[in-house]
Nanobody, 124 residues
Framework: QVQLVESGGGLVQAGGSLRLSCAASGRGFSYITVAWFRQAPGMEREFVAA????????YYADSAKGRFTISRDNAKNAGYLRMNSLKPEDTAVYYC?????????????????WGQGTQVSVSS
């Protein structure tokens, strides 16, 4: 069982940066894939990025490539999403997700563990 708590969201101007954190508790974090999804009002939850258990494989949505960086620190039981060059269309609630049986899946249904989300708002 893994519990996830996101932090680091906030209000930022277009072009700015934020770093989201995902703190995990429970057993087995070092062996599971961690992903970030986001959901804007009235929209479906969409994949942003994922990283496998070792950090050797990273996957990004086209909208995140070149601007966002996913990382993890297994010693701290934590995952991160660094977001640069933020745009108003990045405004959404960002969720951390994890699962032991997926590797880079972009399908939210494949992830068993979810955090409560953190709001990111980008003003123009």
């Amino acid at each position: 069982q893994v519990q996830l708590v996101e932090s680091g969201g906030g209000l930022v101007q277009a072009g700015g940066s934020l770093r989201l954190s995902c703190a995990a508790s429970g057993r087995g974090f070092s062996y599971i894939t961690v992903a970030w999804f986001r959901q804007a009002p009235g929209m479906e939850r969409e994949f942003v990025a994922a990283i496998n258990w070792s950090g050797a494989s990273r996957y990004y949505a086209d909208s995140a490539k070149g601007r966002f960086t996913i990382s993890r620190d297994n010693a701290k039981n934590a995952g991160y999403l660094r977001m640069n060059s933020l745009k108003p269309e990045d405004t959404a609630v960002y969720y951390c997700a994890a699962d032991s049986s997926v590797s880079g899946s972009q399908n939210a249904a494949d992830y068993h563990y979810w955090g409560q989300g953190t709001q990111v708002s980008v003003s123009s």
